[in-house]
């Protein structure tokens, strides 16, 4: 079946600085993927969709200069927190978008706590 | 713009007990309709998908239905077991990409 690898799992980052974060398809080609935060006991709510070549669309209310999406290649995406502050500190998860279809799979997703 | 809901918030039964879990939606011009399975600090696990032209989807204890103009979907689970207990979320797909709403999401505890 389809996989999808995120990673780290879990990250403690200091206040100021930047934290990227991956996303890879393992066995498939992903022309799509989606970025989510999570905040505790929240749904997920989608910070944007990046598509391969292209830059990312992202949604209302979410900085694109301070959340830096790279889908550089079919198989990998990256999320980078810039300048990280405490509140930034939540659960992030991507999923990729099959080439055919539109299901998608998700990552195991990226604790991020800033001190 | 989609708004998807879950009660109750969260539910406590006892292990065997055949359970329903609600989901409502505010757009029914949706392409899909997923429940997802979530563990404390993990990522989410596909239990169903339904396609908007169909009406329910069944995989072992798991049984989604959809009914597009009421905005609302179910997910049945019988005989509940204590491994069941996690987050249940429900995500409705928009039309035309593969964006995903997701609802508030359900706590279940199966009390063994």
């Known amino acids: 079946g389809a996989v999808v690898s995120q990673h780290p799992s879990r990250v403690i980052c200091k206040s100021g600085t930047s934290v990227k974060i991956e996303c890879r398809s393992l066995?498939?080609?992903?022309?799509?993927m989606f970025w989510y935060r999570q905040f505790p006991k929240k749904s997920l709510m989608l910070m944007a969709t990046?598509?391969?070549?292209?830059?990312?669309?992202?949604e209302q209310g979410v900085e694109k200069d301070k959340f830096l999406i790279n889908h550089a290649s079919l198989t990998l995406s990256t999320l980078t927190v810039t300048s990280a502050h405490p509140e930034d500190s939540s659960f992030y998860i991507c999923?990729?978008?099959?080439?055919?279809?539109?299901?998608?799979?998700f990552g195991s997703g990226t604790r991020l706590t800033v001190v | 713009k989609q708004e998807v809901t879950q009660i109750p918030a969260a539910l406590s039964v006892p292990e065997g007990e055949n359970l329903v879990l609600n989901c409502s939606f505010t757009?029914?011009?949706?392409?899909?309709l997923q429940w997802f399975r979530q563990d404390p600090g993990k990522g989410l696990t596909s239990l169903l998908l339904?396609?908007?032209?169909?009406r329910e989807q069944t995989s072992g204890r798991l049984n989604a239905s959809l009914d597009k103009s009421s905005g609302r979907s179910t997910l049945y689970i019988a005989a509940s077991q204590p491994g069941d207990s996690a987050t249940y979320l429900c995500?409705?797909?928009?039309?035309?990409?593969?964006?995903?709403?997701f609802g508030t999401g359900t706590r279940l505890t199966i009390i063994p």
């Open positions: 995500a409705a797909g928009d039309f035309g990409n593969e964006k995903l709403t």
């Open positions: 990046s598509n391969e070549g292209s830059k990312a669309t992202y």
């Open positions: 999923s990729a978008a099959h080439r055919q279809g539109f299901l998608c799979t």
């Open positions: 757009d029914s011009a949706i392409y899909n």
């Open positions: 339904i396609q908007s032209s169909q």
């Open positions: 066995d498939f080609q992903a022309t799509t």
